[in-house]
């Protein structure tokens, strides 16, 4: 029978990450020493599960690399070693290797085995250290080089009858001693009987097995425990001790464990590896694919979730089981109350299943969260500075593909903090604050909003120095009077390249404005408070899913698009005094302090217009990436909530559009991309350019 | 045919499918510009009248829009301004035929207008003509061959890769 | 139709052992952990258990002792699902009662051949 073994494994990749999440979090909350028991069982049975895994499902990369983590693993958790510091960094960096690894199989792609060279010879080393000098019958397969004196072995083995039908395989016990050194196996048929007396569930054959290896008679005998009572076996040691260590290599491994349950002495010597010098494993290679891979396409979901969503559809069936009831038949004025009735009913229905079907979709950020303790760790770490990490709002709920877009950028604006923001110890005590920084990520919920503030207490942005960077960069002008948070926003300008203060950390080539950017392509925003010498606060703002917008419905002509709502600002008529051409290319309206690029919507999309006159249609001024601009349209219609649907599915991108719903009659209408259409319109450089005048010209009064 | 008897028969076909599989091919086929085209029946999700649909900004002349097929966003082609024939109107009898094919490496559903539907033949492989020689024609690429059926030549046509 | 207990807390692995169980024609029940399965075991009957050692809640082994104290799974055929490293410690196994195991990694045809032997 062929069973495909594929169809499982995004099942054990996902099983498998959950365990490396697992690993890492109790991992973080260890302390050198004897850990606690269920600390370390659930390190231990994540490292267990992921190698039992990738050894069926065939990643054997993964699966020897995790188990030298397993045996060194089960020597602490058995109380024969002591943990140590050096061994928690280990496993924590082999976490984020494991990670690595799956990442690549799970890609299609063969994971560098190389990158994991350094980690495994550096456990190699602490499991070989351990051993008593001179401890010469205890072999490891992980030091394959070690003289050790080879024994010959002579085993005898006349399995029970009837070991078979207990579920005993006589090939699996042959295969292990084969594993154990150099066996040679003779198959003895003399007892098989005629063919017409055999019975096919018995065992008939025996075994007479020559083998040299390094191994105990415990280690053989182990072999046929389950055997041994109903069986014949004899192991007899053939004089001869040969000193074998060149090919010592060729061999298969062979485990230990065993013979070191007899010797828990070991531990006297346990932490003395600490100094063991291991050069770290090479940063992850590509951050691209590794966030392209988390995005998993699988969601696990409570039984509370499940059991409320058949709940309503009881209800809804139920509902329309007296819609129908009423409408069958001869129809009767008198019914109309009832139906309407229903329908109200049905309505209500509707709205609470797709409330929770959305909930389905949603899982507490604190899936998001759980890989900060780790980043925070390690980076105070390099920068010598001692930060305090605080979650809250951890079991805000979210959905799923928002949470898995917004944890690059978090991750972005964390660094950025505690690189920038929070100060040296040295530094902070000499301004009168604790030495440890604190910083702060809390999410909660706000209207339709998930909002999720990056909280330092910090020196606060340096104004002063962002003001020169942006005189520099020619994004503002020396004599431009700005307002001190106009000039912190400065940041987000795709202009405003800080490649001076570009750290190991928060300068890895990506800006603040790309920050920016990935967030605004949700739906969402970001904004920034700081105080000087008192810290600052970077506020993301999402909407709660990307299935549902509530949108603007707007028509040109006779087509209907949509303009996420969570985009507007306003919509307002033109006042045509207001107007002002710009080199020919483009208009721009003079709005308050601002200036407002205008783009007319028939033109961006090749639309006949209803309206020739700006003073006839209306102006939606929506937030771009950069600025403010302005969509003119022939007409504003209602607004209503979309479902999303893609239209690359079965088309592919289109310039200025994000995506298509269905609107209640049926037909289809498009969902309008404002980044997209600023780009399309070619106003991108008009938009951020205005947008700037306008906060200097503001600034100035 | 109608179309809900050719939909019905697209419905047969699919379980037919197993005993004409060595011998035969079946194809659904359709008049454009007075000339009958085939294209593989197994393709074929179903057949329905011509409706307007929404356009898409800034598309090829050939791409009419998209359209709502039970939930789903379904982009339209006109076939017949894709192979750049005369006449492309459009009236009680045309219709959309919703085919799966490859594009870009991918399935994808999508909605051709042609003059009108035909009927279903069954074509054995000796019967096909595979790829004569068609000069120039911007379309031989979408030409998987000649068939032959009665006194007819049918035009048989592989639609992957149709949007360019 | 030949019952099964398939325990194990890896989702793919008890996804893999009931499939190629399932496609063989048993009737598969799975539990994640011993308690899970003890609890299952209560109100059903098997024709075999087979359970993974390494599990959080109630290990393998524990389980095995469990069910071998019910009267109706005293005779039952108990496999342990057990790595070739040894660390599932296949002589406590033994001694809680199972009857055999199964070195893990394994493939779906190992799994199977082991099992029919058991169960014909």
């Known amino acids: 029978m062929s069973v495909d073994l594929s169809q499982f494994y995004e099942v054990f990749f996902e099983e498998s990450f959950e365990g490396l999440d697992a690993m890492e979090s109790e991992l973080l909350g260890l302390e050198p020493g004897t850990p606690d028991n269920e600390t370390i069982n659930t390190i231990f049975r994540a490292a267990h599960s992921i190698k039992g895994g990738s050894g069926t499902f065939g990643f054997n990369s993964v699966s020897e690399f995790t188990h030298v983590i397993e045996t060194l693993l089960d020597q602490i958790r058995d109380g024969r070693r002591l943990l140590t510091q050096h061994q928690i960094d280990l496993f924590l960096q082999s976490v984020d290797c494991m990670r690595d690894m799956l990442n690549c199989l799970r890609n299609n792609e063969e994971p560098d085995v190389e990158l994991a060279q350094p980690l495994k010879l550096a456990f190699e080393k602490i499991l070989n250290g351990d051993e008593t000098p001179g401890d010469d019958e205890a072999p490891s397969d992980v030091t394959p080089a070690t003289s050790t004196l080879d024994t010959h072995w002579h085993i005898s083995l006349k399995p029970g009858i009837d070991i078979l039908k ?203 969260f759980s890989r900060f303790p780790r980043l925070v760790r390690d980076t105070s770490k390099k920068l010598n500075k001692k930060i305090n990490l605080v979650l809250r709002g951890e079991n805000t709920e979210l959905d799923k593909t928002v949470m898995e877009k917004i944890s690059d950028p978090m991750v972005h604006l964390v660094r950025n903090s505690m690189d920038h923001g929070i100060e040296i110890p040295e530094e902070r005590l000499a301004t009168g604050k604790e030495e440890t920084g604190t910083l702060t990520l809390n999410a909660y919920h706000q209207g339709g909003n998930v909002v999720v503030e990056i909280v330092d207490d910090g020196k606060g942005l340096n104004t002063d120095k962002i003001k020169s960077k942006a005189i520099e960069n020619g994004l503002i002008k020396e004599s431009d009077d700005l307002s001190e948070q106009q000039i912190n926003e400065l940041i987000f300008e795709p202009g405003f390249s800080t490649a001076d203060e570009v750290s190991d950390l928060s300068g890895r080539g990506v800006g603040m404005d790309v920050v920016r950017r990935n967030i605004q392509a949700l739906n969402g925003s970001v904004e920034l408070q700081s105080v000087k010498g008192k810290g600052s606060t970077f506020t993301i703002r999402l909407p709660l899913t990307l299935a549902i917008l509530d949108g603007q419905l707007i028509r040109v002509a006779d087509h209907i698009y949509i303009i996420p709502l969570i985009n507007i600002i306003e919509s307002l008529q033109i006042d045509p005094s207001k107007v002002n051409n710009v080199g020919g290319e483009y208009d721009v309206l003079r709005l308050r302090d601002e200036y407002v690029p205008i783009i007319r919507l028939h033109q961006a999309f090749n639309h006949q217009a209803d309206c020739s006159k700006l003073t006839e249609g209306l102006l939606v001024v929506v937030e771009s990436d950069n600025g403010k601009v302005g969509i003119w349209v022939d007409e504003l219609l209602g607004q209503q909530q979309v479902v999303i649907k893609s239209l690359e599915a079965n088309y592919r991108k289109v310039d200025g559009i994000s995506g298509a719903t269905i609107l209640g009659d049926g037909t289809v209408s498009l969902i309008i991309d404002i980044i997209g259409l600023v780009k399309l319109a070619g106003l991108r450089k008009a938009v951020r350019v205005n947008a700037l005048a306008g906060k200097q010209d503001a600034g100035a009064r | 045919m109608n179309i809900d008897e050719l939909n019905a028969r697209l419905v047969e076909s699919t379980v037919n499918e197993q005993d004409y599989f060595d011998e035969f091919q079946q194809y659904l086929t359709f008049l454009m510009n007075g000339e009958e085209y085939g294209v593989d029946i197994l393709r074929v999700q179903e057949i329905r009248g011509w409706e307007k649909c929404t356009v898409i900004p800034n598309s090829s002349d050939y791409v009419r829009g998209v359209l709502n097929l039970r939930g789903t966003v379904v982009p339209v082609i006109d076939l017949r301004v894709r192979f750049g024939l005369a006449n492309a109107e459009y009236s009680q009898i045309t219709v959309v035929i919703v085919v799966k094919l490859r594009q870009d490496d991918k399935d994808k559903i999508m909605g051709l207008v042609v003059d009108a539907v035909s009927d279903v033949h069954a074509l054995k492989r000796s019967q096909i003509n595979v790829s004569p020689e068609l000069g120039d024609n911007q379309n031989s690429e979408f030409i998987q061959g000649l068939g032959q059926v009665e006194n007819k030549m049918l035009i048989l046509l592989d639609l992957n890769n149709i949007l360019d | 139709m030949k019952k099964i207990l398939a325990v194990d807390d890896s989702a793919s692995m008890r996804q893999m052992v009931s499939f190629t169980l399932k496609k063989a024609g048993f009737d598969v029940t799975d539990a994640k952990d011993g308690v899970d399965a003890l609890a299952i075991a209560q109100n059903q009957d098997f024709d075999l258990i087979i359970s993974d050692v390494n599990m959080p809640n109630m290990d393998g082994i524990t389980l095995i002792k469990e069910l071998r104290g019910i009267d109706k799974f005293k005779y039952t055929p108990m496999l342990m699902l057990t790595t070739e490293s040894g660390l599932d410690k296949k002589s406590a196994g033994k001694a809680a009662g199972a009857t055999g195991w199964i070195v893990k990694p394994f493939n779906p045809d190992q799994l199977l051949a082991t099992i029919n032997k058991v169960l014909r």
């Open chain 1, 166 to 368: 207990t579920g005993n395989e006589p090939i699996f016990m042959l295969q292990e001693i084969a594993e154990l050194g150099d066996a040679k196996i003779a198959i003895d048929v003399s007892l098989v009987p005629m063919l017409n007396a055999v019975e096919p569930d018995n065992l008939y054959l025996s075994w007479q097995i020559d083998l040299t290896s390094q191994c105990k008679e415990e280690d053989i005998a182990e072999i046929f425990d389950w055997i041994i009572d109903e069986s014949e076996i004899e192991i007899t040691q053939s004089s001869n001790l040969v000193d074998n260590k060149d090919d010592a290599g060729d061999r298969l491994p062979v485990e230990t464990e065993n013979t070191q349950d007899s010797k828990p002495e070991n531990l006297t010597n346990a932490s003395t590896e600490s100094s063991a010098v291991v050069t770290p494993p090479p940063a992850p290679k590509k951050e691209a694919t590794q966030s392209k891979a988390t995005e998993s396409s699988s969601i696990r979901v409570s039984i509370d979730k499940v059991d409320s969503l058949i709940n309503m559809v009881g209800e809804l069936v139920i509902t329309q089981a007296m819609l129908t009831q009423l409408t069958d038949g001869e129809f009767d004025k008198s019914k109309l109350a009832s139906i309407q009735e229903g329908m109200a009913q049905l309505a209500h229905n509707t709205r609470d299943l797709q409330e929770s079907v959305m909930r389905i979709r949603m899982l507490p950020i604190s899936f998001v």
